[in-house]
């Protein structure tokens, strides 16, 4: 069930006064049934990997709270993320690894006789993944107490507004809020459907709008101009965020409406002034996830860690093995070198060169969290590397800004259209179906000649898309001004004024055909 079409509208309608007529257990009882129901409206057999995960990582919690020796502390967390990580493995990466091995073993002379398996992907199992071992992981460090309410820990890992797309909602933040009813509040209701249709305008006005434009120029670059597959870029930039970030504004706004709180997951990400910051304001909840569960644990900005080694070397060597790019060989070779080199000037050399493979190895990993694909894995190389390029170079690039004496504004502005233009780049190889697509969409806007306005196949759709994007980002730029929610809760006449244009930006631009939100996939 997705958030934009009639079943789910039909759905809440009915839970809602439900859920406010109801108290205690009865209450958690309905939460609980109508997130299974919400999940197995696409596939109702993928409902057991998350009761088995369920399941699992409460019986694993309980054990923790019991046990005192560390050994068998350690155990029981390896347990715990052996199956869920195993199951994320299987669905998710099997078909991807088999098709490497017998591209690999093709290419040398091997004809293996290899049936790959048509394994589905369950929608959403790397969210509810991460937000089940997060809490294993936290027991485990003694972070926070183990929950032995089986009705409430299963309520928090399946409550249905984030459950396929998040936000990736931790423990510690969520499970108290269980501990009892929430009231029914009118300001919350209105507030909360507010995000909402906040929500439902970045997704159906923008996302779904510039949806066809973007397909069919990373479907055939070579049928378009230069100018076409530049606008196409750009608008992949929108798609992608008003596609999720709506999904989260959606989710918030409607666990507001119950009496919940949600981290806030995006914060205006393109107007970030380097790639530190745009990683702090996109998908917050994943990077912090991927900050506190794994670059910390490598060393983060520590120097000595055997696990950033580890997992570089690992990774260079399974590239390598899988993919037969023998390219990768020389390329890793200078990256060795170049980190040794670094390795001998120091103390404080050591930790800038631990901190930057800490990095590229976060990155990398959370390009394969999003997908099977060594597209997305490049897309993780390349911010790994613009993390990096960052530290080396932003100190002798800001000397330059102010030796020439650039005023403030135009400060930001260049360092917004850089980390804006860098990061549409990689977004090339995130939206692509295989690298060959993403080279001919890049070689096709390198042409400049055909870089005319002219040339532009459906400009009606170019200027909605337009239109749509520029009221986006005159909101969000206003926003950081005026705080439109705080506004909105001291004068309700603006409220009213605001909820009922969104409605008819809604309705005018919106584009209603119940497409699945982009993140659904991952």
Not at 5 to 15: K, M
Not at 93 to 114: H, K, L, R
Request: with cysteine.
């Amino acid at each position: 069930m997705i958030f934009n079409s009639i079943p789910f509208f039909v759905f809440i309608g009915l839970f809602l006064p439900l859920y406010f007529a109801l108290r205690g257990k009865a209450r958690l009882w309905l939460c609980l049934a109508a997130s299974y129901f919400f999940y197995g409206w696409w596939d109702y057999r993928f409902l057991s990997l998350i009761v088995i995960s369920t399941a699992l990582d409460y019986l694993v919690g309980l054990q923790l709270d019991k046990t005192e020796d560390e050994s068998a502390r350690k155990k029981l967390l390896l347990v715990s993320m052996f199956v869920n990580l195993g199951f994320l493995a299987f669905f998710k990466y099997f078909n991807f690894f088999a098709d490497s091995f017998v591209g690999v073993a093709e290419s040398i002379g091997f004809t293996p006789d290899w049936t790959t398996l048509n394994i589905i992907l369950p929608v959403g199992i790397s969210f509810y993944t991460f937000q089940s071992m997060s809490y294993t992981i936290d027991v485990w460090k003694r972070e926070i107490p183990v929950e032995k309410n089986f009705l409430r820990f299963a309520t928090f890992i399946s409550f249905f507004p984030q459950l396929v797309a998040g936000p990736i909602v931790r423990a510690s933040e969520f499970l108290p809020q269980f501990q009892k009813d929430r009231d029914f509040e009118w300001n919350r209701i209105i507030s909360g459907s507010g995000q909402m249709l906040w929500g439902f305008f970045k997704k159906v006005a923008v996302a779904d709008s510039l949806a066809p434009f973007v397909d069919q120029c990373f479907a055939a670059p070579e049928a378009f101009s230069s100018m076409h597959l530049f606008i196409g870029v750009v608008f992949y930039s929108f798609q992608i965020y008003c596609d999720f970030s709506g999904y989260s504004d959606i989710a918030i706004g409607l666990a507001r409406m119950m009496g919940f709180d949600f981290p806030e997951n995006f914060r205006t990400p393109y107007f970030s002034q380097n790639f530190s910051e745009f990683w702090t304001r996109w998908h917050i909840t994943l990077s912090s996830w991927l900050r506190d569960y794994l670059y910390i644990p490598l060393g983060g900005n520590r120097s000595g860690s055997f696990g950033s080694w580890f997992f570089i070397g690992v990774f260079m060597l399974f590239s390598v093995a899988v993919t037969a790019w023998l390219w990768l060989i020389p390329a890793y070779a200078l990256i060795i070198a170049g980190a040794l080199y670094y390795l001998r000037r120091g103390k404080r050399e050591r930790a800038k060169t631990f901190t930057m493979m800490n990095l590229m190895v976060t990155m990398l990993l959370g390009g394969l969290w999003h997908g099977s694909s060594y597209a997305f894995i490049f897309w993780g190389f390349l911010h790994g590397a613009y993390l990096i390029f960052q530290r080396l170079l932003s100190p002798g690039f800001t000397k330059i800004l102010n030796a020439l004496r650039t005023p403030a504004w135009l400060k930001v502005g260049i360092n917004v259209a850089i980390v804006f233009s860098l990061t549409g780049f990689a977004w090339v190889f995130f939206r692509s179906p295989d690298f060959e697509t993403a080279v001919s969409v890049i070689a096709g806007i390198a042409n400049l000649e055909t870089f005319t306005f002219g040339s532009v196949i459906g400009k009606f759709t170019v200027l909605k898309g337009a239109f749509v994007v520029g009221i986006l980002l005159s909101v969000e730029m206003s926003d950081l001004k005026f705080n439109y929610q705080e506004i909105s809760r001291r004068k309700p006449v603006f409220r009213v004024v605001t909820y009922s244009l969104l409605l008819w930006l809604i309705a005018f631009a919106g584009t209603f055909d119940s497409d699945a939100f982009i993140y659904f996939q991952f």
